[in-house]
């Protein structure tokens, strides 16, 4: 077995260009945190950049972007600051809140495409779920109302209605096009849609079903990961999320084909226990685990992560 050479597994060309982590661990965006702790965002932000973790903050924080920003940024070690984008349905607004997350110092976007609609949440609605008062969106504030289309007789208040403003391959284009930034694909999961976003020359995909919170039996990331690596090759950095649990986890995705993995749920159960606190102890235990589930396997280096470490040499495909 080949020694680590700084004992540290590092990982290289993250995009934009080359970002070095200390470990392939980002906090996905995950909507409205002050429902989970006070804190909220800052919480969950501080505690990634002091554990050198990457940060995507959701387009539905309950905290301003520009304040997380800062925090962020202050702190030496920390990973990449990337921006979530739900494509709202006022693209001057979309605009406008690109904008702001530029000037803010994002490093990068990542839209989600894969939930133009909630899907069906059973539980939610069984337990009536409401935003709680003093918690919201507050960096859609003043984001015009929807005025939904007078729907003639036969037509769909969800295929006439709502879906007109989900994002098309056009509106990656636009969005592009609007920013300097990198832009990202998040909740991509057949191998012809990332097909195209590598022809559209997107930044990375993030293979992602949501935490299986939009579509009901959507396959699971670890079955879709390998064969979306083998479709767009090398080329394209790909991330994944998805029932990351375990350092094991994270090695297991790294030999799936990804370059870092996002965690959702960990984070917000540790934000709810302790705050600050509490995600920065998940990222560490994650980050403890990984660096264990590397030696143990004989990994020195990421590189060394592949297929073959799961399946020996008969990878199935
Ligand atoms: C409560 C909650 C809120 C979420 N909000 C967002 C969001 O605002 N934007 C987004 O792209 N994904 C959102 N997600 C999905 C996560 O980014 C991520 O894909 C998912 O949680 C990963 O699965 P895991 O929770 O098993 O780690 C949310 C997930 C949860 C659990």
Redesign the pocket.
């Known amino acids: 077995m080949n020694r680590p050479p700084g004992g540290v597994p590092r990982l290289a060309q993250i995009p934009p260009g080359v970002v070095t982590l200390a470990h392939p661990v980002l906090l996905?965006?995950?909507?409205y945190q002050r429902m989970a702790h006070p804190d909220g965002e800052f919480a969950s932000a501080l505690a990634a950049a002091v554990q050198g973790a990457g940060l995507v903050l959701?387009?539905?924080a309950s905290v301003l972007l520009e304040d997380v920003a800062r925090l962020v940024l202050a702190e030496p070690q920390r990973g990449p600051l990337w921006m979530?984008l739900y494509l709202q349905h006022d693209r001057g607004f979309t605009a406008e809140l690109v904008r702001r997350a530029e000037r803010a110092g994002y490093e990068a976007l990542v839209l989600?495409v894969d939930a133009p609609t909630s899907g069906a949440r059973d539980r939610e609605r069984r337990a009536g779920f409401r935003l709680p008062p003093g918690v919201s969106a507050v960096n859609l504030a003043g984001l015009p109302p929807v005025t939904p289309p007078a729907l003639e007789a036969g037509q769909s208040a969800l295929f006439d209605g709502l879906l007109r403003g989900a994002a098309t391959w056009r509106d990656v284009e636009w969005l592009q096009g609007l920013t300097r930034l990198p832009v990202l694909l998040?909740g991509v999961l057949h191998e012809d849609d990332a097909r195209q976003a590598a022809a559209l020359g997107v930044a990375g995909l993030i293979v992602?079903n949501?935490?299986g919170?939009t579509l009901d039996t959507a396959p699971a990331t670890a079955w879709v990961l390998p064969r979306i690596a083998d479709t767009v090759g090398g080329g394209l950095p790909l991330l994944v999320?998805?029932?990351?649990r375990r350092g094991t986890d994270v090695l297991k995705a790294v030999a799936l084909g990804a370059r870092a993995v996002?965690?959702?749920?960990?984070y917000?159960h540790g934000l709810a226990t302790a705050g600050a606190q509490g995600v920065a102890h998940v990222l560490r235990l994650l980050r403890d685990e990984f660096e264990i589930a590397m030696a143990l396997t004989g990994c020195a280096t990421l590189a060394e992560a592949g297929p073959s470490l799961l399946f020996g040499r008969s990878a199935p495909r």
Not at 28 to 31: D, E, G, L, Q
Not at 241 to 244: A, S
Not at 262 to 266: E, I, T
Request: proline share 8%.
């Open positions: 996905a965006p995950v909507a959701s387009t539905q979530q989600t998040k992602s949501h935490g919170r999320d998805g029932g990351i996002l965690v959702g749920r960990p917000v």
